[in-house]
């Protein structure tokens, strides 16, 4: 019995020992696949942010993948495994930098139950924010502002990325309502006059950037202090 006993311990041993074994294994395999995943999405990362200074200063159709390899040493297996195509690069790129960057909730988060006053500056304070954001990814030597440089991005996108028109639109379409919340919000509070078509003043607001933007462009880029200006003068006109 004593012998059977312990050939039992024996065997419960080994089989935990194994279960531990195979527990650690399984733990460590699922540590490399993370650790793996992770740099697999730093990379992916590098790549697009090297595609975006490019495309930022480059025609889609002129800037050679090759390029993108031989800045950050990588072997074609690995661009085409992140980005079996250029046009799934630019595509991305079109995605973070554009489509992501001007998404109206990113934009206004937190914005919900300011005044309209307190909004201008918020609005403002993020532009200044993105353009500073954005700049970092232009060099100091290239002739270009980076208003200029993404307005023209936007224009390669209009011919390059599928349906890029329309849903640009749906998010300028989206932003104005936002807009047209908090200037109804600012109207119940009595902080603006009433009477005002809300839609209209989103819209105005919403030109105002455009106008500044596309202006400022041919000169040293957006300048975010003559924008907010601009909107401080609308906002004096229609409050109360």
Do not use: W
Not at 94 to 102: E, R
Not at 200 to 224: E, H, I, K, T, W
């Amino acid at each position: 019995m004593n012998n059977t006993f312990m050939d039992s311990c024996l065997i419960n041993h080994k089989r935990v020992r194994k279960s531990h074994l195979n527990m650690l294994f399984l733990y460590i395999t699922k540590i490399g696949i993370f650790m793996k995943g992770m740099k697999g999405t730093e990379t992916k990362g590098l790549i697009r942010e090297t595609a975006f200074r490019l495309f930022l200063v480059k025609d889609f159709n002129i800037v050679p993948l090759k390029q993108i390899e031989q800045t950050l040493h990588l072997s074609r297996g690995c661009m085409s495994y992140h980005y079996p195509t250029k046009q799934a690069l630019f595509n991305d790129v079109i995605d973070y930098y554009i489509l992501h960057k001007q998404n109206p909730n990113n934009k206004m988060q937190g914005a919900a139950n300011l005044t309209l006053l307190e909004f201008i500056y918020f609005y403002t304070d993020k532009v200044a924010k993105t353009k500073k954001e954005l700049q970092f990814f232009l060099s100091d030597d290239n002739p270009n502002n980076i208003t200029n440089a993404y307005l023209k991005l936007i224009s390669q996108a209009e011919c390059y990325y599928p349906d890029f028109k329309q849903i640009a639109q749906e998010v300028k379409q989206y932003e104005v309502i936002l807009f047209e919340k908090i200037i109804k919000n600012a109207q119940n509070r009595k902080e603006i006059k009433s009477d005002l078509d809300s839609l209209l003043l989103a819209q105005q607001f919403r030109y105002l950037f455009y106008g500044q933007s596309y202006d400022d462009a041919l000169n040293n880029g957006l300048n975010v202090d003559k924008l907010k200006e601009q909107f401080l003068f609308l906002y004096s006109i229609i409050k109360i």
